[in-house]
């Protein structure tokens, strides 16, 4: 079983900046695709981004351009940099790793998450 533990939520201003991290245990990234994925109240989770093991990255149309995914391998962290932050970005956010590296964008196919961290932007 991955262990996952999300940080670097918080409010921020419509416009701002937050990075998020993904710390995860036992040499994940070198095995594991991970995802970013976020749950607004009342909506269902959604795929946010994500890097493979070989570190191509996938990202939804909604933060194309905005939001960067990186990973440090020798910390076994992956980050979400998210960048020109708007009020409907607000949500939780969670991190996941998962061996299907043809489903990143479903969260079906992740087996193991965060915690999450809560993104909260202000207009």
């Known amino acids: 079983q991955v262990q996952l533990v999300e940080s670097g939520g918080g409010l921020v201003q419509a416009g701002g900046s937050l990075r998020l991290a993904c710390a995860s245990s036992?040499?994940?990234?070198?095995?594991?695709?991970m995802g970013w994925f976020r749950q607004a109240p009342g909506k269902e989770r959604e795929f946010v981004g994500a890097?493979?093991?070989?570190?191509?990255?996938y990202y939804a149309d909604s933060v194309k351009g905005r939001f960067t995914i990186s990973s440090d391998n020798t910390k076994d962290t992956v980050y979400l940099q998210m960048n020109s932050l708007k009020p409907e970005d607000t949500a939780v956010y969670y991190c996941?790793?998962?061996?299907?590296?043809?489903?990143?964008?479903?969260?079906?196919?992740?087996?193991?998450w965060g915690q999450g961290t809560q993104v909260t932007v202000s207009s």
């Open positions: 996941g790793a998962t061996l299907r590296i043809d489903s990143v964008r479903a969260s079906q196919a992740f087996g193991s």
């Open positions: 036992g040499r994940t990234l070198r095995r594991y695709a």
């Open positions: 890097i493979t093991r070989d570190g191509y990255r």
